[in-house]
């Protein structure tokens, strides 16, 4: 499927692989986020 890139103001190819490997990163940095929320919070507590 094409998306249109603003930044190059053309019509860029996104193929199933950009997907997948799009959606591994923003997976990874939603896992590293929440394990670093859980983890101050638990911290909070013990103080």
């Known amino acids: 499927?094409?998306?249109w890139s603003e930044s190059e103001k053309r019509l860029v190819l996104?193929?199933?692989v950009d997907v997948y490997q799009a959606t591994l990163?923003?997976?990874g940095l939603g896992m590293m986020?929440?394990?670093s929320y859980r983890a101050a919070a638990l911290i909070?507590?013990?103080s």
């Open 1 to 3: 499927m094409y998306i």
């Open 25 to 27: 990163m923003a997976w």
């Open 44 to 46: 909070n507590q013990h």
């Open 14 to 16: 996104v193929t199933p």
């Open 33 to 35: 986020f929440w394990t």
